[in-house]
T-cell receptor
Framework: DTGVSQNPRHKITKRGQNVTFRCDPI?????LYWYRQTLGQGPEFLTYFQNEAQLEKSRLLSDRFSAERPKGSFSTLEIQRTEQGDSAMYLC???????????FGSGTRLTVV | AQSVTQPDIHITVSEGASLELRCNYS??????LFWYVQSPGQGLQLLLKYFSGDTLVQGIKGFEAEFKRSQSSFNLRKPSVHWSDAAEYFC????????????FGKGTKLTVNP
């Protein structure tokens, strides 16, 4: 399967803990995106990488959030000191270019208790 | 700023009936427009996209969409719905102005009755 892979699929954590999610994009896609989706809403943009460079960040990405793509392949999204409001589906997507649209992974469902 | 409005939160159709899901957008230039479908607990799958040329675009699973610049609309259609089409559908616009992000609507949930 050469789709976008996200791990873990589900994560339950206690408030105040740190969590890290991983995304493995389609190997030939140089663009990688993170989105967050809450119940009843469409996905909201968090950040974008082209190769290893993080070129765009949303204001939604507070200082508790950090994303990396160290070798231009997989990416990680870390949330420090989680809050209940961080509970959401975190979606990763990759693309070979602007006009192609995204290929999304199945997401990581985060529940903060 | 870009925005996308999907006026219908929930639509119910009978299997075999035709379907039209509405999408209106606000955008400063010629948009890239997309429709995605999401099954419960899953990521989003691209159904079709428009960025230039023929205003009627064909997608996967028998879906099509028509771009109408005068109405700022990009409605999704299917002539005959199957039970497996039950899902949530998202319209998206972008990118624009050096930003790579897509802006998504809030989605329309489709229920298909037997």
């Amino acid at each position: 399967d050469t789709g976008v892979s996200q791990n873990p699929r589900h994560k339950i954590t206690k408030r105040g803990q740190n969590v890290t999610f991983r995304c493995d994009p389609i190997s030939e896609h140089n663009r990688l995106y993170w989105y967050r989706q809450t119940l009843g809403q469409g996905p909201e943009f968090l950040t974008y990488f082209q190769n290893e460079a993080q070129l765009e960040k949303s204001r939604l990405l507070s200082d508790r959030f950090s994303a990396e793509r160290p070798k231009g392949s997989f990416s990680t999204l870390e949330i420090q000191r989680t809050e209940q409001g961080d509970s959401a589906m975190y979606l990763c997507a990759s693309s070979p270019g602007q006009a192609w649209g995204y290929t999304f992974g199945s997401g990581t469902r985060l529940t903060v208790v | 700023a870009q925005s996308v409005t999907q006026p219908d939160i929930h639509i119910t159709v009978s299997e075999g009936a035709s379907l039209e899901l509405r999408c209106n957008y606000s955008y400063g230039a010629t948009p890239y427009l997309f429709w995605y479908v999401q099954s419960p607990g899953q990521g989003l799958q691209l159904l079709l996209k428009y960025f230039s040329g023929d205003t009627l675009v064909q997608g996967i699973k028998g879906f099509e969409a028509e771009f109408k610049r005068s109405q700022s609309s990009f409605n999704l259609r299917k002539p005959s719905v199957h039970w497996s089409d039950a899902a949530e559908y998202f319209c998206a616009v972008g990118p624009q102005g050096g930003s790579e992000k897509l802006v998504f609507g809030k989605g329309t949930k489709l229920t298909v009755n037997p």
